[in-house]
């Protein structure tokens, strides 16, 4: 009777298939088996017949999945706690492949509900990943989608200790859950290392393993993360601190009357005007004091050759950005920044972006309405200043009015897009302004002239960000066709295509020696490419949600990205390893940059406010020192609360006064 | 299986214009367009997100349609957020309002208004990492220790130790100037115009967060220590009333602190040096001040209200404390509420009444001041009954739909009690002036006068409203809901018939929804008579007696207040004293 179930097994497999030579084969023999002697067949060992009828149970359908998997995750939540969180790991590609099995297998009511039992497990973890997960609802959504198709056609890197290793095994092996094998075997790559398992914290940066190459080794190439050679900062310490002495007091003795007289022009925003209040440094002897350090480490950051010709800069700029590094204010945990901002008022939910130019001088917004404004603050705050008195007595409705009570616009109207605009960056002069839009292309303006110069057309779908090069003329744009592209200003065409990530591409930013950008995207990661060779030479892993925004640090050597839940996180760009998050905004992160020095990072949210966090602190701290949670508080500095305004953009100017711009939302 | 069943497919495609639709197809799209939808979804939550806002909108979908090469859906794309409505019936099906417009409406409404232009206004966020207080910054929070207050040091090994230093708080010059000037205003000079425009500044500026904790500071000292100032108390619950009126500051962190000083100016012992000192008049603002704290901080600080409640009740309760505590705790009880009344003070009435008694009497007791302030006690017990009768009055003929005719009399009555009360208030202004002149001056000279005009405008009350029937007559034996109810309804209907000529037809109906009232309402009927009882009784002695008395106005003022109540408490009034009055 055994046999003749074996029979009818191998009948079946070979049926199902579709091995119909074999079959015919098979059947033949067994006919003419059957006539002579059966008992010479019967020696089969009960073992095998065992194991044979065990894989056509295995294959039989969604009740192995169902029942191998929480067999398997019951026995890892009870494994030994030392090696519990490796085990642990395990379970969600396990569980991922499972479900996609038996979706693929034509199972969907099963996989559903084998989805809907254990997806508790994974929410925290991966819910934007069980969201699109959730939505495979037929073998063909698994071709289709991006995400699903990536899912199978790549090994999850898990790394576990020996032993965890064997543990798991053992256990497989012994409880038969051979669909369970299969999976594990098909679909996770081990890394096995010796001795003792890894410690929790170290999970942060290897949590989601699905990348298409090994980010480690990606992460070996080398990164020249130095500053360019012959920077404008190296001549200003060569020019001697004999120099910047005198400018200094100098500066001390004229500030109080400025100051004066700064409080009572309500508040207009000359740049001049508000760098030298922003300059009144009362603490002399602590910012003497900070400033040592601080040279020694811009004389350690090695220099780089640049890859790209740049372009010349004229005399006079040269001597305007060194008159602005000679006066830079010297920031640090004690000396906060003075921080002025701009609101937009009667956006009526239109304002989609906006952006300051390196001397604050200039706001431009980008509107769902395709079109970029400009407001010139120099001149705007001329105007309030005789206008303005009145106002002051009636807030709300006197500054309301005031845009309308002028009979000319306050702004310049940029027109020329035909989708809403998404990103706008200032060119780091001031003369030029790049807009990127919903109808995929780039625009570029010019201040001077409040008109058109140039549409750079090649995206193929809705250019999310915009970026000029830190010496202008390049610029940067991401786009939603998964793509970052790299141009120059005088050709209409792309110089370098980044292809790679594996979702939008949602924010970009240049290294500050222009030899690599960074792009974060809706695939959770920060890539950085190499400008000249289009090359990607790092991933960062370790975002639970798609990245908003992006800032390298004015060293080149940290890079921090802000992500939809609000968190932030700080990158050592050598290592490609996560420093430390740092938590505390509830919302979107839409903004982050670095001071001049690099010793704040400032970051704009949607949860109205921004936050100062102490960026020397945070990476000096060694990593055995993170596990205690209570240092992650202490890195913020400072929350500056807005009245209801999310704040869209931030930019610390060269003298390290810190603009910041956002649309005021009613509330309710 | 998918969230789309195969019903809605069938019915989408019926709205398309294909009716046979297999089963099996409809079942075959149901997931495809379940993951169509999230995929759409998903691109939407990218626009939104890449719009820098965390509200999804109608034009993110039609955009990420646009990214899908899909016709976007046109009509929704109307600023205000949609209203969807539940179907009734079902748990998780959700509709859309679309309400009829007229197009005579839309064509005949005025053109609406240009929207406002976009601007950029500027101003400083932080200066220095300091955040100044302006109008344009969020009001400032909790004074917490601030960051430089701790200063981490860092050892040679590099270990960060955290030191706290005591919290120390800064304070700009201008804010230090501004408190001296308005405690020195307070202490000194409170009765000048300088003051009140204090008060105002205190009332309306932004920038003076920083300050509070001062200011409550200030506030608990000065009345622990000027406890027989009046003037300074007074001034200093104006201080209070101000900074609770203040948009801008967030008081509630210093609440503890505030508290006791106020309550402190409800129940003391004494307040003021003199005892001709209206510290009356004092109980009741900072009775008024604590009821509209309780009213604005009750959610957020839930243990206040009963801890405030606790106090006065036992401070009323308690017969070893002063009269004039009593007085304030009733007035605190009856400012925070009838539900209060209801609970705390209704049901010590009777004893409490029966205490107070001896106190109010000639020849009980001899001292002057004692019996006035016995009548003023007296008078707040009225107050708060006749408050808590009315406010059940008030919120009873809502209760009925169908009687039109009884609101529109309601209406009529509630107006003409509002002319009365402000009669009456001007009354009592007289009164009071003449009570102050009563006790300084020659009693004899002014008393019969002040009576007299009392008496007059009390009867011309009762003739005008509540004209006696002689059902409702002395009968205070009767204490069944039904007198109560009939006395009620025929006062009424006194009232409407001499004021309305066609109200004969209405009568019937009006006393059958008044009696309907009162059924659904047994409790007030019971208590109105109780309370007729109660007062009458003590009234009818007290008539007899207060004629004779020098301190009559304290009476009619009372009486007064009574009378001024609403025509239910008229009426209870009327069947208590009305007719002895007449006699």
Redesign the interface.
């Known amino acids: 009777m055994e046999e003749e179930g074996i029979e009818k097994l191998v009948m079946n497999y070979l049926k199902k298939k579709g091995f119909k030579q074999a079959e015919l084969a098979f059947q033949e023999e067994l006919q003419q088996q059957s006539q002579p002697n059966s008992t010479s067949n019967s020696l089969s060992d009960p073992d095998i017949a065992k194991l044979v009828l065990s894989f056509n149970e295995s294959e039989s359908g969604p009740p192995s999945y169902h029942e191998g998997y929480s067999k398997l995750r019951s026995w890892a939540y009870s494994s030994l706690d030392l090696y519990k969180h490796e085990l642990l790991r395990v379970l969600y590609p396990v569980f991922a492949h499972c479900f996609m099995d038996l979706i693929s297998l034509g199972y969907l009511q099963e996989a559903r509900a084998f989805f809907n039992s254990f997806r508790d497990d994974h929410v925290m973890m991966h819910g934007g990943d069980l969201m699109k997960l959730e939505s495979v609802l037929s073998p063909s959504h698994l071709e289709e989608m991006e995400f699903a198709h990536y899912l199978r056609h790549t090994k999850a890197n898990i790394k576990m200790c020996q032993y965890s290793y064997d543990l798991l095994l053992q256990y497989l092996q012994k409880t038969q859950l051979t669909t369970m094998l299969g999976i594990i075997n098909e679909h996770i790559n081990f890394k096995v290392s010796p001795g003792q398992p890894r410690s929790i914290s170290d999970d942060v940066g290897v949590d989601i393993l699905f990348t298409a190459e090994d980010a480690n080794q990606i992460s070996a190439k080398e990164i020249q993360w130095g500053l360019l050679e012959d920077s404008l900062e190296d001549r200003l310490e060569k020019a001697g601190t004999s120099l910047f002495e005198p400018e200094r007091a100098d500066g001390e003795n004229k500030e109080p009357d400025v100051d004066e007289s700064k409080k009572k022009s309500t508040e207009g925003s000359k740049q001049n005007a508000s760098v030298k209040k922003s300059k009144k440094d009362k603490t002399v002897g602590s910012g003497g004091k900070a400033m040592l350090p601080e040279v020694n480490t811009v004389c350690v950051a090695p220099r780089v050759k640049p890859e790209l010709t740049l372009p010349v800069m004229s005399a006079e700029v040269e001597q305007s950005i060194l008159e602005d590094l000679r006066n830079r204010v010297q920031l640090t945990s004690t000396a906060l920044p003075s921080v002025s901002f701009y609101t937009f008022i009667n956006t009526h939910n239109k304002l989609n972006c906006s952006s300051i130019s390196q001397d604050g001088s200039l706001v431009a917004g980008g509107f769902s309405d395709s079109s970029v404004k400009v407001w010139d603050m120099a001149k705007a705050g001329q105007q309030t200043a005789t206008s303005g008195m009145q106002g002051e007595n009636d807030t709300s409705n006197g500054e309301l009015g005031m845009g309308t009570n002028n009979r000319k616009r306050s702004y310049t109207l940029l027109q020329g897009h035909s989708g809403p605009v998404h990103s706008t960056t200032f060119s780091p002069l001031g003369d030029f302004i790049l807009s990127s839009s919903a109808d995929s292309t780039i625009r570029l303006w010019s201040t001077k002239l409040n008109t058109n110069l140039v549409c750079y057309k090649g995206h193929n779908y809705p250019v999310w960000d915009v970026k000029f090069s830190p010496v202008g003329h390049y610029f940067a744009s991401s786009s939603h066709d998964r793509t970052a592209r790299v141009w120059s200003m005088d050709r209409i065409q792309p110089l370098r295509i980044m292809a790679g990530h594996l979702s939008d591409v949602d924010c970009v930013q240049w290294h500050p020696n222009c030899n690599y950008i960074a792009t974060g995207s809706s695939d959770k990661t920060v890539r950085m490419w190499d400008v000249s060779s289009g090359e990607c030479v790092r991933i960062f892993i370790g975002h639970r949600s798609m990245i908003l925004s992006l800032a390298i640090s004015p060293e080149g050597r940290y890079m921090a990205s802000g992500d939809e839940d609000g968190t932030i996180m700080l990158w050592d760009l050598a290592t490609g390893r996560c420093l430390t998050p740092l938590m505390g905004h509830t919302s979107c992160v839409w903004t982050l940059s670095f001071s001049c020095e690099g010793s704040l990072l400032a970051s704009g949210s949607a949860d109205c406010s921004v936050k100062l966090w102490d960026v020397t602190r945070s990476t000096k701290l060694p990593r055995s020192e993170e596990k205690s949670g209570s240092t992650s508080r202490l890195r913020s500095l400072k929350t500056l609360p807005t009245k209801s305004t999310p704040v869209y953009t931030l930019q610390f100017s060269r003298r390290n006064l810190l603009f910041a711009a956002g649309s005021l939302s009613k509330i309710g | 299986?998918?969230i789309v069943p195969k019903e809605t497919i069938e019915v989408i495609a019926q709205s398309i214009g294909i009716s046979n639709l297999s089963a099996d197809a409809a079942l075959?799209l149901a997931?495809?367009v379940?993951?169509r939808m999230?995929?759409i979804m998903?691109e939407a939550v990218?626009?939104m997100?890449?719009?820098?806002?965390?509200v999804l909108?109608a034009?993110d979908v039609d955009?990420a349609l646009?990214?899908k090469n899909v016709e976007p859906i046109y009509g929704f794309a109307s600023?205000g957020p949609l209203r969807f409505r539940k179907a009734i019936g079902h748990k998780d099906l959700f509709y859309l309002e679309d309400k009829d417009i007229d197009i005579k409406d839309v064509i005949d409404a005025p053109l609406p208004k240009a929207?406002?232009?976009?601007?950029?206004?500027?101003?400083?966020?932080?200066?220095?990492?300091?955040?100044p207080a302006i109008?344009?910054?969020?009001p400032v929070?909790v004074i917490s220790a601030p960051?430089?207050g701790k200063i981490?040091q860092q050892k040679d090994d590099?270990l960060?130790v955290?030191i706290k230093l005591p919290v120390r708080h800064v304070l700009s010059r201008e804010l230090q100037l501004y408190f001296e000037k308005i405690t020195e205003l307070a202490v000194r000079n409170s009765e000048s115009i300088l003051f009140k425009e204090a008060l105002v500044s205190l009332a309306t500026d932004s920038g003076l967060h920083p300050l509070v904790p001062y200011f409550t500071c200030f506030i608990a000292d000065e009345v622990s220590r000027g406890l027989n100032d009046l003037p300074l108390l007074l001034a200093l619950m104006r201080v209070v009333r101000s900074l609770l009126l203040n948009a801008h500051i967030n008081i509630e962190p210093y609440l503890h602190q505030l508290m006791p000083a106020v309550v402190t100016c409800i129940v003391a012992k004494r307040l003021g040096k003199r005892l001709s000192d209206n510290h009356w008049e004092l109980r009741e603002f900072a009775a008024n001040l604590v009821a509209s704290i309780c009213r604005r901080f009750g959610q957020v600080y839930t243990t206040l209200q009963t801890r405030l409640t606790k106090q006065l009740v036992n401070a009323f309760l308690n017969p070893s404390h002063s009269l004039p505590t009593h007085y304030g705790a009733i007035q605190g009880l009856s400012a925070l509420g009838s539900n209060l009344v209801r609970l705390l003070i209704l049901p010590n009435l009777e004893q409490y009444v029966r205490l107070l008694e001896p106190e109010m009497l000639l020849e009980q007791q001899k001292n002057k001041m004692k019996r006035y302030e016995a009548w003023h006690v007296y008078g707040a017990l009225l107050r708060a009954c006749g408050q808590f009768v009315h406010n059940r009055f008030k919120i009873l003929p809502p209760l009925h739909s169908s009687g039109r005719t009884l609101m529109r009399t309601g209406a009529r009555v509630i107006t003409s009690g509002a002319n009365k009360r402000k009669m009456t208030s001007e009354n009592s202004d007289h009164l009071r002036s003449s009570k102050r002149t009563a006790i300084d001056g020659p009693i004899t000279a002014v008393a019969p006068s002040s009576l007299q005009e009392v008496t007059t405008n009390s009867t011309l009350r009762v003739d005008s409203s509540a004209v006696p029937s002689p059902s409702s007559g002395p009968t205070p034996s009767n204490n069944g809901a039904v007198v109560g109810v009939e006395s009620e309804a025929e006062d009424r209907d006194g009232g409407a018939s001499t004021t309305a000529s066609n109200s004969s037809r209405l009568n019937p109906r009006l006393s059958t929804t008044i009696e309907h009232i009162w059924k659904d309402d047994f409790d007030s009927g019971n208590l109105l008579v109780t309370l007729s009882e109660l007062f009458g009784s003590h009234w009818k002695k007290r008539i007899m007696k207060s004629v004779l008395e020098t301190h009559d106005e304290c009476i009619s003022y009372s009486m007064n207040l009574m009378i001024s109540r609403r025509a239910s408490l008229r009426s209870w009034a009327s069947h208590g004293w009305t007719p002895q009055l007449a006699h």
């Open positions: 299986m998918s075959a997931p495809d379940e993951y999230r995929e998903q990218k626009c997100r890449h719009s820098r806002r965390t909108t034009d955009s646009k990214l600023g929207p406002l232009d976009t601007a950029v206004l500027c101003h400083w966020l932080a200066i220095e990492g300091v955040q109008p344009e910054n969020a929070q960051s430089d981490q590099k960060p955290d």
